[in-house]
């Protein structure tokens, strides 16, 4: 059997792989270093280029599965590729989960940094200043809305669980999941933002997710209400989040996402102070190397097994 691996990873894979195994690698433009026609299956890398992607596409015809480390899968079923994957019946697996834990963690963070004041805290630090007395919250019995339940979510899910926190959460099959007080479909989580003292954007870019956190969305929040997106920027409609932000409609939003990366300099989400700006890195670990390997070798010998992989991406909902 042939495969398709990336040359940032190769090495480390190879030793790991049968002997039966023949891999012929590909950088990060698609260039090869052998003959790739009859492969069967391709590993990406992280910052998958799309012209990358066409030219292994085009020069492996026999492929059957493709791997994607990433969570989202926005950047490779795209208008063009999805009826191409669709066609060929390429089975679409990708990395949900190895950025969990970090991303989780980071959540819990943003949430702290609002609550506890931490920016005016560091301000006054800054200027050599003792003052007491600012508006410190708990987490304690806040409520935790988390529009996307699905591997994220629920490790979001589980470490508020542990501050005490009330947790709503939304996912296209809605059932009963450990941490959460309530789970409602994706069509119905509006109806809870009224509640939510934090909302924190968790479900993967799609036709249909894209912009949906527009102005009525934001409108129906509390004032007092904070927004997180660990997701896609382009789930949000920014120039609403701006006016939101600058009309006091919610309390402030930490974006590890925007819809133009990295953002212009000429954002006013730079200089908004109830905004704080992370450059796409909640999911950074150096553990999420070691766990994207792992489930690629897991699902390889289930794919060698003719076993059912994990992470199948349903190619036509876009996650």
């Known amino acids: 059997m042939k495969i398709i691996l990336p040359t940032d990873v190769a090495t480390e894979l190879e030793a790991h792989l049968p002997d039966d195994i023949v891999v012929?690698?590909?950088?990060?433009?698609?260039?090869?270093?052998?003959?790739?026609?009859?492969?069967e299956v391709y590993f990406s890398w992280f910052y998958l280029k799309p012209t990358a992607l066409h030219r292994v596409l085009e020069s492996a015809p026999q492929l059957r599965w493709h791997h994607a480390p990433n969570?989202?899968?926005?950047?490779?079923?795209?208008?063009?590729?999805?009826?191409?994957?669709?066609?060929r019946n390429l089975i679409l697996t990708n990395g949900a989960g190895v950025h969990a834990i970090p991303i989780a963690e980071f959540v819990i963070?943003?949430?702290?940094?609002?609550?506890?004041?931490?920016?005016?805290?560091?301000?006054?630090?800054?200027?050599?200043?003792?003052q007491k007395g600012l508006p410190i919250q708990e987490l304690l019995d806040k409520t935790l809305l988390i529009i996307g339940a699905g591997g994220i979510g629920q490790e979001i899910a589980s470490r508020a669980k542990a501050f005490g926190m009330r947790i709503f959460g939304?996912?296209?099959?809605?059932?009963?999941?450990?941490?959460?007080?309530?789970?409602?479909?994706?069509?119905?989580?509006?109806?809870?933002?009224?509640?939510a003292d934090y909302v924190v954007i968790a479900t993967p870019l799609?036709?249909?997710?894209?912009?949906?956190?527009?102005?009525?969305v934001l409108h129906l929040m509390r004032p007092s209400a904070y927004l997180i997106n660990i997701a896609r920027g382009a789930i949000v409609d920014e120039f609403a989040?701006?006016?939101?932000?600058?009309?006091?409609?919610?309390?402030?939003?930490a974006?590890?996402?925007?819809?133009?990366?990295?953002?212009?300099?000429e954002s006013p989400l730079w200089s908004l102070p109830n905004v704080f700006i992370t450059p796409h890195c909640s999911?950074?670990?150096?553990r999420v190397k070691e766990r994207s390997l792992a489930l690629f070798l897991d699902n390889f010998t289930r794919y060698r097994q003719d076993k059912p992989l994990r992470n199948i991406v349903d190619q036509t909902v876009g996650y």
């Open 170 to 195: 939304s996912r296209r099959h809605p059932q009963p999941l450990p941490n959460f007080d309530k789970v409602v479909g994706a069509d119905e989580w509006e109806a809870l933002l009224g509640e």
């Open 109 to 130: 963070a943003y949430m702290l940094f609002h609550a506890k004041q931490l920016p005016k805290l560091y301000q006054q630090q800054t200027q050599h200043h003792w």
């Open 71 to 87: 969570a989202g899968v926005n950047h490779i079923l795209t208008p063009i590729l999805t009826p191409k994957y669709i066609e």
């Open 206 to 216: 799609t036709w249909e997710t894209k912009g949906m956190i527009d102005a009525e």
């Open 283 to 286: 999911g950074n670990s150096p």
């Open 24 to 39: 012929v690698r590909v950088d990060s433009e698609g260039n090869f270093d052998g003959d790739a026609k009859d492969a």
């Open 255 to 265: 974006l590890d996402t925007v819809f133009t990366e990295p953002l212009p300099a």
């Open 241 to 253: 989040l701006v006016k939101a932000l600058q009309d006091g409609e919610i309390a402030g939003a």
